[in-house]
């Protein structure tokens, strides 16, 4: 397997095609795919289990923008199978807590919580929670939490509570489009513009690049949507 030195001039300039990914070391491939969409959000997303009674949270950095009317969310959900068994299942809390119970809540994740945030990304038992394994403290606000038992994550500042609408399947790996509809959100006052727009980093959110490198932002410019 290839791996790079990094003591390379910084002038040069590394090509790689599609054939050459599969000869990288595993474990250099994954940093560097990874990495290749630039900086993504890093959100807590949090479902409920009627089963065992037990809300769980975890760290996805695929949540994406669907749609504004209606208001949807989407984020990638991994495999629910084996890669080289199909017909053996993988365990997802996430997917399977929102198959029996199709309600979640999306928690922004600031610079106060990002170890505990990371923490949620490693595997429990279903019965655990991980909220209380990684530190984070969990808060039911009403009417979304009355009516459906899940939680929002406390320290967060941004929440959106959602019902999980619909799925896709991704052929080419097995993932999924995992698409939500927003009914609740909150946000404090002071960071909410009167057009609309939520400061991000007057709550000091962190958005992620890789795996596990966590960074705070810095607002450059804001562009008129007017064209010239």
């Known amino acids: 397997k290839q791996q790079f030195n990094r003591s390379m001039s910084t002038n040069t300039v590394r090509k790689l095609l599609a054939t050459e990914l599969q000869t990288l070391d595993k474990q250099f491939r ?3 795919i990874n990495s ?6 890093a959100n807590l997303l949090a479902t409920y289990s009627p089963e065992s009674m037990v809300a769980n949270c975890a760290l996805f950095s695929s949540v994406v923008h669907i749609g ?18 199909q017909n053996q ?7 399977e807590n929102l198959q029996a119970h199709p309600y979640f809540t999306i928690n922004h994740v ?7 945030a990371h923490c949620t990304a490693h595997k429990f038992d279903p019965n655990i929670s991980e909220f209380e394994a990684c530190g984070l403290d969990y808060e039911y606000i009403d009417p979304f939490s009355e009516e459906t038992n899940v939680p929002f994550v406390k320290q967060s500042q941004i929440k959106i509570g959602l019902h999980f609408e619909e799925e896709y399947l991704i052929k080419k790996n097995n993932t999924l489009l995992m698409i939500g509809s927003v009914q609740l959100i909150v946000v404090p006052d002071r960071i ?16 992620i690049s890789g795996l596990n490198t966590y960074h705070t932002t810095n607002k450059l410019k804001t562009i008129d949507r007017r064209r010239p």
């Open 36 to 41: 290749l969409s630039g900086y993504k959000s």
């Open 110 to 116: 600031n610079a106060n919580i990002i170890d505990q």
């Open 89 to 95: 299942a993988v365990q997802r809390n996430t997917y």
């Open 192 to 207: 909410l513009a009167a057009n609309g727009y939520i400061d991000l980093e007057a709550v000091d959110n962190v958005c």
């Open 30 to 32: 994954t940093n560097l």
């Open 68 to 85: 504004a009317d209606p208001a949807l969310l989407g984020f990638i959900q991994r495999p629910i199978v084996d890669a080289k068994n």
